[in-house]
């Protein structure tokens, strides 16, 4: 896989979940409170700025929350 298409991969994945929840009307506000971080911090999470051990805790964290199905960008 080319770097262009790894970059592609992960934001689709990416906006795949910032799309369902959109879809599911979930605030950032209220995924920020459920893992008792900033919005900003949550912001880094879906643009995929943050991409650290916590990180991936944390996304995985909003996955259950939202009961999201979709690949985790962290994990690709």
Known sequence: ???KEANK??????KAFKDYIEYK???VDELANYIGK???YVY???GGQANNRQ???YVNKLFA???YDGENWLEL
């Open 65 to 67: 929350y939202t009961n």
């Open 44 to 46: 880094q999470l879906l």
């Open 38 to 40: 900033t919005p900003s």
């Open 1 to 3: 896989m080319s770097i």
């Open 25 to 27: 009307q979930i605030s």
């Open 55 to 57: 990180a991936y805790v």
């Open 9 to 14: 991969t992960l934001f689709d994945a990416r």
